[in-house]
């Protein structure tokens, strides 16, 4: 099947800069696609390319089968927007917005079904400018769904959003999936694409540094595991298995070992330390974070 | 249900013109300086003038400030209104995302303008209404025709112009100062303030230049209760055509839908 957003050797320079320096990207149908990066990498820059808002200096791009640049008003019946930073219009309300905005399309959503989706039912009658960030916010996901869409771009949907704001967002987009969307994401949140994305590319410095999904990205899937426990006193690290203290990193009062195979590990720190009746209530055993990996990853970069 | 896209563009630009129109009704500033402050001045200067004739008519001063502060009005609705609201609009992001939209750009444009147009006919009315009502200023019903078109002309040429003179301004808060800065020097100069008679000669033929003295000449010499005909100025409305054109020009060229931060 023809992938929904298409991109190969894109390229955007401004001036001297280069802001996009020639990435490829594919998304296909129903997925959910993050696209990650530092804030200046490109993103926007990227999106808004796909978005047909900025023309490229080179390469070739096809979203929903049309150029962005050359799109047209039956491209834009089938794409919608969350755009970073846009407010709806102030003075109507959620009811309001949602019938100038369905009036545009050829065959848009129906208005009260899409206030509950997006959880605005008890604000459907209040002004724009009366409702929290969140709920402005959750207000843009549904001027973008009104329209019914096949392809949504989020741009930082929830920068600036409280915790539970930010659960509640993600709920509405992980709902997304179940309506057969193909949602395109940009954040620079890590824990909101590993919770959201189907898949995931880092973008740095204009170039795409890493893709994959949230549990492989950058090799994190084989990247070593951090076991971290701390020793009783009068006991020291020195007193460790040998196969163990190859794979002592630091003791710092806590000890840490670096390792390939963490539950051998596990097991063999199990088998010494139970039969001299030790327990490690702080025992801790971790991959490394998908922020771990993505800091490194743009760290190279930058 | 059939939605105002699918009834066609012209449903579209009534649709657009719908919520424009809620949304200046529910801005207090937008009332404020639109549909009250052109009433406040008339009361003022009527107060100032007393019954004295005035102007090049020698039209008793009600008679003189009904017309000259209904151009003020057409000129708050169009270009005070719409410069504010533009920016605003185009900072906060909105006009980018109804960009996004199927709507053709022409439609958003012209629903806007006309929710300008309707906004002036309505000040206009209210300071017929009050003028007769409160100042016994008759109504000048043959000259209705040539009012109208005058407000309408004015009302499009100074919405053109708001959209052009947008392309300047980078953020809101830097709007109402600079439409302001504008066009108080042009109120005075203009007929809509001070009697143009009274100006010297060289600050009239200043004033001519500009379109605030033709939409205030056009409304002036319609509302004067010789003026036989319906009342159109031909050389009033040629101008303001002729600035619109101008305006026009700069706006296809200059226009932007994105904020002016997002550059980057």
Known sequence: MEPVVSVQGLRKRYGPLEAVAGIDLEVQRGEI????????????????????????????????????????????????AVLQESNAEPELTVRESLRLYSGYYLEPRDIGDTITLVGLDEKADTQAAQLSGGQRRRLDVALALIGDPELIFLDEPTTGFDPSARRTAWHVIDGLRELGKTVFLTTHYMDEAEQLADRIAVIAGGRIVAEGTPGTLGGRNR?????????????????????????????????????????????????????????????????????EVYLELTEEQA | MTTAAARGSLFLVLHQARYDLI????????????????????????????????GPFHMKASTYYVPG???????????????????????????????ATPAPAWVLIAGRTLTA??????????????????????????????????????????????????????NEDAAQPMVQAIMLPLYFIS??????????????????VFPVEHLSDGLHRAYAPMVHGVG????????????????????????SWLPSAASA
């Not at chain 1, 820059?45 to 390469?59: A, K, S």
């Not at chain 1, 195979?261 to 009746?277: I, Q, Y």
């Not at chain 2, 404020?32 to 005035?54: A, N, Q, W």
Request: proline share 5%.
């Open chain 1, 33 to 80: 696609f993050a696209f990650l990066g530092p804030n200046g990498a490109g993103k926007t820059t990227t999106v808004e390319i796909l978005e047909g808002f900025r023309t490229r200096t080179e390469g070739e791009v096809t979203v929903l089968g049309v150029d962005p640049a050359r799109s047209d008003g039956a491209w834009r019946n089938r794409v919608g």
């Open chain 2, 191 to 208: 007929g809509v303030f001070v009697p143009n008679i009274q100006l010297p000669s060289w600050l009239q033929h200043v004033a001519q």
């Open chain 2, 117 to 170: 147009v309707i906004v002036s006919l309505v000040v206009l009315t209210v300071l017929l209404a009050f003028g007769r009502v409160v100042y016994g200023v008759s109504l000048p019903i043959s000259t209705l025709p040539g009012i109208a078109l005058t407000a309408v002309v004015g009302s499009i040429t100074f919405c053109v112009l708001g959209y052009a003179l947008s392309t300047a301004i980078k």
């Open chain 1, 223 to 291: 990247m070593a595991a951090t076991i971290r426990f701390t020793l009783p006193e009068g006991i020291g690290a020195d007193e460790l298995p040998p196969a163990l203290r190859e794979h002592l990193a630091g003791d710092d009062g806590r000890v840490t070992l670096t390792t390939d195979t963490p539950l051998a590990d596990v097991g063999a720190l199990a088998e010494w330390a139970l039969p001299r009746g030790l327990d490690l209530p702080d025992l801790d055993v971790r991959r490394p974070t998908l922020e």
């Open chain 2, 23 to 54: 949304g200046f009704l529910r801005n207090r500033q937008a009332r404020f300086f639109t549909l009250v402050l052109p009433l406040l001045f008339l009361i003022i200067f009527v107060g100032v003038y007393g019954s004295h004739r005035i």
């Open chain 2, 69 to 99: 502060l209904a151009a003020l009005g057409v000129i708050a609705a169009s270009f005070v209104n719409l410069v504010i609201s533009i920016t605003a609009q185009r900072e906060g992001g909105i006009l980018k995302r109804r960009r």
């Open chain 2, 232 to 255: 159109i100025v031909w050389s009033d409305i040629g101008v303001l055509a002729l600035w619109a054109a101008i305006g026009l020009a700069v706006a296809l060229v200059r226009f």
